[in-house]
């Protein structure tokens, strides 16, 4: 393993670690729903009208995931794709540089 | 060496956030401004502030588009990818809510400020139409902090640490940080001057606003700087992009 993928995953084990963190140590109510931002408005000025709504809404917390679960993995895709396919050629051109070396590199992994 | 750097810096952070967290005790969701929150003078108000700084971006993208830098469509790509990516991870924070990294630093970083303002606002638009996040009245003010302040506050800290010949990592880490941090600062500030405290004016309000957004995103913000060096790391190991390009 090189330096850079060891960095890497060091750095992703941190950013777990932030995540897990708070439901170990702290008893919220995690989530609930998008209104309790506007609650403090509403104590604020209390006489507000929200006067625009959503022209439309997920019918039900399910079809609210999945739209969510869709978006993040359109962009999981494509960032996969990209670098994937970036490190394939990376590899294959090294190897078309040096046929010689392709066996002591793969015997080293 | 670089990793004791993050480190470091983690730690000091760390610190400041428990500070804060002890000084501020609140649990509300921090989130963008929701739809209608907004009277219609301020809501106009913040589209006509963005729209200079937008069509400044389509004009950096057009250039960017035709520019001879190899892989520049791209990473473009990529970057609207990542935003896409962290803007749906609604992740859970030391308040005990949830709130949502905003993914514009990357960008940021390799294609400077103004990209972003495009990128971002075709995410706020996917939010606001199919998961009634944010609005389409507040598109305006989510635009300022998100797309506008954030990745102007990124750039400006990117460009000093290098200055100061930072770590390459450690200014991506501090870049895409600060420009999570200082969006939801500004949508602080953006409620607060619109809703003060009845009773102790703007500045009650925006402490207390401050503590609902700026305190949950402090570790949604370290982990939003983490896997933007992570992205960044890979992106210039596989020969993708090059630091110096555009720049």
Redesign the interface.
Same mark, same amino acid.
């Given at each position: 393993m090189n330096k850079?993928t060891k960095?890497?995953i +060091?750095?992703?084990v941190?950013?777990l670690l932030?995540?897990i963190?708070? @439901?170990v140590?702290?008893?919220?109510?995690?989530? !609930?729903?998008?209104?309790?931002?506007?609650?403090?408005?509403k104590k604020?000025?209390p006489h507000?009208k929200?006067?625009?709504?959503? +022209?439309?809404?997920?019918p039900s917390g399910e079809i609210?995931s999945l739209? @969510?679960?869709v978006?993040?993995s359109?962009?999981? !895709?494509?960032?996969a794709y990209?670098?994937g396919n970036?490190?394939g050629r990376?590899k294959a051109l090294k190897e078309l540089e040096h046929p010689s070396q392709k066996t002591s590199a793969s015997a080293k992994k | 060496m670089?990793?004791k750097k993050?480190l470091k810096t983690?730690l000091a952070i760390t610190g400041a956030m428990i500070f804060f967290l002890l000084a501020f005790p609140t649990?509300?969701?921090?989130?963008h401004i929701?739809?209608?929150?907004l009277?219609?003078s301020w809501c106009i108000n913040w589209y006509v502030i963005s729209a200079p700084f937008f069509i400044y971006g389509l004009y950096r993208l057009q250039k960017i588009i035709q520019s001879s830098q190899k892989n520049a469509k791209?990473m473009l790509?990529?970057c609207?990818?990542?935003?896409?990516?962290l803007?749906?991870?609604?992740?859970?924070?030391?308040?005990?809510?949830?709130s949502h990294p905003t993914g514009v630093g990357l960008g940021t970083v390799m294609f400077g400020p103004g990209v972003m303002s495009v990128i971002g606002v075709i995410v706020l638009l996917?939010?606001?139409?199919?998961?009634?996040?944010g609005?389409?009245?507040t598109l305006g003010a989510n635009e300022f902090s998100m797309t506008i302040i954030g990745p102007i506050v990124g750039f400006l800290v990117y460009k000093l640490c290098r200055r100061f010949k930072v770590n390459r990592?450690v200014s991506i880490f501090l870049c895409a940080m600060l420009a999570d941090w200082s969006t939801y600062i500004t949508t602080a500030f953006q409620?607060a001057i619109v809703?003060?405290?009845?009773h102790a004016g703007v500045m009650a309000?925006l402490i207390?606003?401050l503590g609902?957004f700026a305190i949950t995103q402090i570790?949604?913000a370290?982990?939003e700087g983490?896997?933007t060096?992570?992205?960044y790391?890979?992106?210039i190991?596989?020969?993708?992009w090059k630091e110096t390009a555009l720049q």
């Open positions: 850079r960095t890497n +060091i750095l992703l941190i950013v932030l995540i963190f708070p @439901f140590f702290v008893h919220g109510e995690y989530g !609930g729903s998008d209104d309790q931002g506007t609650e403090q408005i604020f000025a507000y929200v006067w625009a709504h959503p +022209i439309w809404e997920p609210e739209l @969510f679960t978006q993040g359109l962009g999981t !895709g494509i960032i990209v670098i970036a490190h990376k | 670089q990793f993050i983690l649990r509300v969701q921090a989130m929701m739809e209608g929150m009277p219609p791209v790509a990529l609207g990818a990542f935003v896409f990516v803007s749906s991870l609604k992740l859970p924070s030391v308040t005990g809510s949830c996917f939010q606001a139409l199919l998961l009634a996040h609005g389409l009245t990592s409620l809703f003060p405290d009845p309000a207390k606003f609902i570790p949604l370290i982990a983490l896997l060096v992570i992205v790391n890979l992106v190991s596989n020969d993708l």
